[in-house]
């Protein structure tokens, strides 16, 4: 039988249709101010994440002590990954958002100030324990702040605003220190400017304790329980997750290093190119759910992985500004438009009893990997310079799609809503 076309008006009744279904699952009421509170602490710590190493970098270090410091943190992330979780059941949501904003806060600008490189290690491990609060406090925020018909369009809402916002502070910390230097009150050096956007940066972050600090969530647990690593699936799925984490740990921390002192963009011109990054992945996220539609979630995982390596091999011979920038934004988009599908295919294909425990293995792992990553990424590319180690980060992509396509198809029980609207 032939199928007939929709009429424009059936087209506009379908459109307004899905904007009513969208709006009557919309997230409501403290949800909004846990939205403002995470929008406030990514744009402070996107400002400041971006222009930190550089920041290093200008005081004499080299990309070898980036990675090391960078391995560090990851291994402070690492340490505090189950500690924390039992920290927000012991003591609650709220009070540990407030406790580890401050930390955090804190540890950024003990950073900035005492810049010795034993300060700058010490610091490092400090400061990926108290990140670990945001990871494990997360998930669980979103879901006592929503019903579960709210929940996939919060999710969704979190994760696109959270790329926009880290694109607006990229393109702050390339401005903000050159406009600092031009007040007329002030006789700063490019280092001192820097410094102040740092330290502005972490006020930015600590004004998130104003919306936070009104939220009623879960209260404190009578009892704590560890996760349980022990699924099947699990076990397949962790050594994929890794090998993936290696590539999304080596290459990205580097990035606004590699455009200024690799490719010779100022300051404000690699600002505006990673905060057209996040544009591009912003629009990435929004369009993948049609492709995990139409070729499924792992083989769309797989695909997204070897464009990433194809993205990867092309920066590697890149000589042109323009077309660095270019295939740069082709990179940040492939790289990070599967984590909805990679975390989707988890939560699909574990119970739901074991949701937590999945969540902290995977971030556990991921962690370890980009610890090595990091670490690795930083010698390597004093030793052999920026292209032969993305051509080694491109292989390892490859790599990755291949195992994540040897995980099990299984068929989940339910579909994801988050892919239906």
């Known amino acids: 039988m032939t199928q007939l076309a929709c009429t424009p008006n059936e087209q506009g009744f379908s ?40 920041y290093l970098l ?45 930390l955090t806060v804190t540890l ?42 709210e929940r996939p369009i919060a999710f969704s809402l979190i994760f696109a605003s959270g790329i926009g916002v880290t694109g607006l502070g990229s393109f702050t910390a390339g401005r903000l220190p050159g406009l600092i230097q031009k007040l007329h009150f002030t006789s700063l050096t490019p280092i001192q400017a820097k410094q102040a956007t740092l330290l502005f940066a972490c006020v930015g972050a600590l004004v998130a304790l104003i919306p936070i600090s009104g939220l009623t969530l879960r209260p404190a647990a009578s009892e704590v329980s560890l996760p349980r690593f022990s699924n099947p699936f699990l076990r397949k799925f962790l050594p994929a997750i890794a090998l993936w984490s290696l590539v999304t740990g080596s290459f990205a921390p580097f990035a606004n290093v590699y455009f200024v002192h690799h490719m010779g963009f100022s300051l404000e011109r690699a600002g505006a190119v990673m905060s057209s990054g996040s544009l591009a992945q912003f629009i990435a996220v929004l369009a993948v759910p049609l492709l995990f539609r139409k070729a499924g979630l792992i083989t769309g995982v797989m695909l997204t992985q070897f464009s990433t390596a194809f993205a990867l091999g092309m920066l590697a011979f890149a000589h042109g500004t323009a077309s660095a920038a270019a295939i740069y934004w082709i990179y940040v988009a492939a790289q990070n438009m599967n984590e909805p599908g990679i975390y989707s295919l988890l939560m699909d294909r574990i119970p739901v009893t074991e949701h937590n425990g999945a969540s902290a293995a995977t971030f556990f792992v991921s962690g370890i990997a980009q610890a090595v990553a990091s670490l690795t990424m930083g010698t390597a590319i004093v030793r052999f310079g920026y292209s032969p180690a993305m051509l080694i980060i491109a292989v390892l992509a490859v790599a990755a799609g291949i195992v994540f396509r040897k995980l099990p198809e299984n068929t989940p029980s339910t579909e994801n809503p988050m892919f239906e609207l």
């Open 15 to 54: 459109l307004k249709k899905r904007i009513r279904l969208w709006l009557a699952n919309a997230p409501r009421g403290q949800f909004w101010l846990f939205f403002v509170g995470a929008g406030l602490f990514n744009f402070g710590f996107s400002v400041f994440f971006f222009l930190f190493n550089l």
């Open 58 to 102: 200008d005081l004499g270090m080299t990309e070898r002590t980036l990675g090391v410091i960078g391995s560090l943190i990851a291994v402070g992330s690492i340490a505090g990954t189950i500690p924390f979780g039992v920290i927000a059941q012991r003591f609650g949501l709220r009070h540990t958002l407030t406790v580890g904003v401050l």
């Open 108 to 149: 950024s600008i003990l950073r900035t100030c005492i810049v010795a490189e034993i300060a700058q290690f010490a610091l490092a491990i400090c400061i990926g324990l108290t990140l670990c609060f945001w990871a494990v406090c997360l998930s669980p925020s979103i879901a006592a702040l929503t019903t579960e018909q």
